[in-house]
């Protein structure tokens, strides 16, 4: 049974840094695609950034505002994805979740049939 737990959320002042961290069982985190997405308050979920499986081509992919200040990786001993939050601002502010997928292909095609609980995040100005 594939499960996603999230943690490592909390508060933060503008120009900190947060890591998230999400522990996932059931599956192998090479033969899936993993990514991060986030929601804030009245907006709809967005993509901040995936990592394609490695039966794919293993690559990493950021949408736009997070490239530079965010880093994705995963651990593959312990099954743990990471996201690495720098220069965060009150726009960051939202529930961050981690997500999977049983796909080889690039993970901006994947359907994303996992999901954590989530991890709220909060910037202060």
């Known amino acids: 049974q594939v499960q996603l737990v999230e943690s490592g959320g909390g508060l933060v002042q503008a120009g900190g840094s947060l890591k998230l961290s999400c522990e996932a069982s059931g599956f192998t985190l090479d033969d899936y695609a993993i990514g991060w997405f986030r929601q804030a308050p009245g907006k709809e979920r967005e993509g901040v950034a995936c990592i394609t499986s490695t039966s794919g081509d293993g690559s990493t992919y950021y949408e736009g505002s997070m490239k530079g200040r965010f880093t994705i990786s995963k651990d593959n001993a312990n099954n743990r994805l990471y996201l690495q939050m720098n220069k965060l601002n009150p726009a960051d502010t939202a529930v961050y979740y981690c997500?999977?997928?049983?796909?080889?292909?690039?993970?901006?095609?994947?359907?994303?049939?996992?999901w954590g609980k989530g991890t709220l995040v909060t910037v202060s100005s």
């Open positions: 997500a999977a997928d049983n796909t080889w292909e690039h993970c901006r095609e994947a359907a994303w049939n996992y």
